[in-house]
């Protein structure tokens, strides 16, 4: 994915779509279709941006839970890893139905709107393209990876005070360097 990409947060709402991208700071676009956001799209973020186009847009989509009084929003790229992170939101969707997961789920950081964030992402992601995803001035979100059979790993992801993310480290390599189970030494009394 290009450097220069716009990465478009897609939501959509009763009134119809929704837009905002990190890379288009205070861009808050709204359409009745999605065919009229993405036919309009080019000429507003020239406008927006102050440069013309065309712009490579790589859309993503959220999707949002009310959870009492707590929000949980899952984000999917629409890209060639699609059924992948397709894979995980329903992972999500499941654990949501479980009480004590889903109270774990909305546990956590949220945005500035107080919503928690899960991005749904593969392997091959590299940081550097989710941090590209999230308001460079600080901003913290849960990736969450389809793995095995039915299970979910998730690792939270900030963005803020180190300046823009330069690695190219993928989520592969996030997998391999974290201890995923920890010995827990309890005294036993015989």
Known sequence: MAADTIHLVIRELDRGFYATSPQAPGLAYLRPTLDELRADLDGVLAFHLDRPGPFTVLEHYERHYELGDRELVTRIAFDDHRGE????????????????????????????????????????????????????????????????????????????????????????DLMRSQPILQPVTTPVAV
């Open 85 to 172: 992170r397709e894979d995980a939101h329903a992972r999500i969707g499941r654990a949501l139905a479980v009480p004590e997961q889903a109270e774990a789920l909305v546990t956590g950081p949220t945005n500035r709107v107080g919503e928690v964030l899960y991005i749904c992402v593969v392997p091959s992601d590299t940081l550097r393209w989710v941090a590209a995803q999230l308001d460079p001035r600080g901003e913290t979100a849960t990736i969450g990876i389809a793995v095995a059979d039915e299970l979910l790993l998730t690792f939270r992801f900030s963005t803020g005070e180190a300046g823009p993310l330069e690695s190219w480290e993928t989520v592969a």
